[in-house]
C-alpha cells in the first residue's frame, strides 16, 4: 500500500484565496483525521470521520474551515477565504478500527499564506 | 481540554546512553497512549502503543512505562545511535471521548556520535 497520500505537498497563496488540500487514505480504513501543526501548538485535531462521516469537527478553527468526506478514499479540507495566521504543516491521517488503533499519517501539506 | 506537556527543551544525548522523553497529561484519563517519531518535513510514525492496564511495553531498543496515578508516561530509547535524532510525540486517546488523539508538542532528540 502507497500509505496516506496527501496533495499538494507545498502551497502558497495569498491572503483571501480559497486553498483545497486532500487525502487519500490507506485502503480499508475506516477513520480519516486531519491535523494542523505548528510551532507553538503541535497538532491541532481538527476534524475526524468515521465511515465518511464527520464525527467531530469542534477543533475546526472558524467557519472558513471545511472538511468533506464524498467517499472512502477520497477528503478534502477547504479554507475560504485564508488568512496568513493560517500558515501551518496540515497532515492527514488514517487508521482502522480507530479505538487505539495506530494513526498512518500522510506526509503533510505545508501552508503558506502571503 | 486534555493538555499533554512533554520535555519542552531539546534533549542531547551521547551516543550509546539511554535517553528518556516524559509525557503528562491532566484532565482526561487515557484509554490508550502512544508515542510516534517525527522527521524533518515528514508526517509522524507510530512506534508503541500502551494500555491503561500496561505498566510497562517494550519493542527492540525501546521502551514505555506508563503510570496512571501519576499521569505520566516515559519513553526509553536505550543503546541511542545518531539515526535515534528524531521528535517525539506522544497522544493520547482518552476514555471519555474516544478516538480523539491529544498530541503534545513533542520532545527534540539529538544523539551526539
Known amino acids: 500500500d502507497a500509505g496516506v497520500i496527501q496533495s499538494p505537498r507545498h502551497e502558497v497563496t495569498e491572503m483571501g484565496q480559497e486553498v483545497t488540500l486532500r487525502c487519500k487514505p490507506i485502503s480499508g480504513h475506516d477513520y480519516l483525521f486531519w491535523y494542523r501543526q505548528t510551532m507553538m501548538r503541535g497538532l491541532e485535531l481538527l476534524i475526524y470521520?468515521?465511515?465518511?462521516?464527520?464525527?467531530?469537527d469542534s477543533g475546526m478553527p472558524e467557519d472558513r474551515f471545511s472538511a468533506k468526506m464524498p467517499n472512502a478514499s477520497f477528503s478534502t479540507l477547504k479554507i475560504q477565504p485564508s488568512e496568513p495566521r493560517d500558515s501551518a504543516v496540515y497532515f492527514c491521517?488514517?487508521?482502522?478500527?480507530?479505538?487505539?488503533?495506530?494513526?498512518?499519517f500522510g506526509s503533510g501539506t505545508q501552508l503558506s499564506v502571503l | 481540554s486534555q493538555k499533554i506537556e512533554q520535555n519542552s527543551e531539546a534533549l542531547n544525548i551521547q551516543e550509546g546512553k539511554t535517553a528518556t522523553l516524559t509525557c503528562n497529561y491532566t484532565n482526561y484519563s487515557p484509554a490508550y497512549l502512544q508515542w510516534y517519531r517525527q522527521d524533518p518535513g515528514r508526517g509522524p510514525v507510530f512506534l508503541l502503543l500502551i494500555r491503561e492496564n500496561e505498566k510497562e511495553k517494550r519493542k527492540e531498543r525501546l521502551k514505555v512505562t506508563f503510570d496512571t496515578t501519576l499521569k505520566q508516561s516515559l519513553f526509553h530509547i536505550t543503546a541511542s545511535q545518531p539515526a535515534d535524532s528524531a521528535t517525539y510525540l506522544c497522544?493520547?486517546?482518552?476514555?471519555?471521548?474516544?478516538?480523539?488523539?491529544?498530541f503534545g508538542t513533542g520532545t527534540s532528540l539529538t544523539v551526539i556520535p
Open positions: 470521520f468515521n465511515n465518511n462521516v464527520p464525527i467531530d
Open positions: 491521517a488514517s487508521s482502522g478500527q480507530g479505538q487505539g488503533e495506530k494513526l498512518f
Open positions: 497522544a493520547l486517546d482518552p476514555l471519555e471521548i474516544r478516538n480523539q488523539f491529544y
